[in-house]
């Protein structure tokens, strides 16, 4: 059998729909790029935070976020209560 491809299979849609179709996927695809540009610009400019510098500071920190966040710090004016 010699069959011909003679047209596009595209179940009857009108062109118009079928150029706003095309024109949105090119679209999503230069917003997947750029958004994918930009995390790995994000990604390799950042470089390595020194963790072992101030542990006293970095300690006392977590202790102070910790209890913070276990809502036993009530802040009254310029006094701050911990219990």
């Known amino acids: ?3 011909q491809v003679t047209r596009q299979i ?3 849609i009108p062109v118009p729909f079928i150029v706003l179709m095309y024109a949105l996927l090119a679209m999503l695809i230069v917003g997947c790029v750029y958004a994918f540009l930009k995390w790995y610009r994000l990604v390799s400019l950042g ?3 020194n963790r072992l ?3 006293v500071e970095r300690l006392v920190l977590a ?3 910790s209890l913070h ?3 036993r710090v009530i802040v009254d004016g310029r006094r701050t209560i911990v219990f």
């Open 1 to 3: 059998m010699n069959e």
């Open 10 to 12: 595209l179940w009857n």
């Open 47 to 49: 470089a390595a935070e």
């Open 53 to 55: 510098d101030h542990p």
């Open 63 to 65: 202790r102070a976020v």
């Open 69 to 71: 966040l276990d809502d």
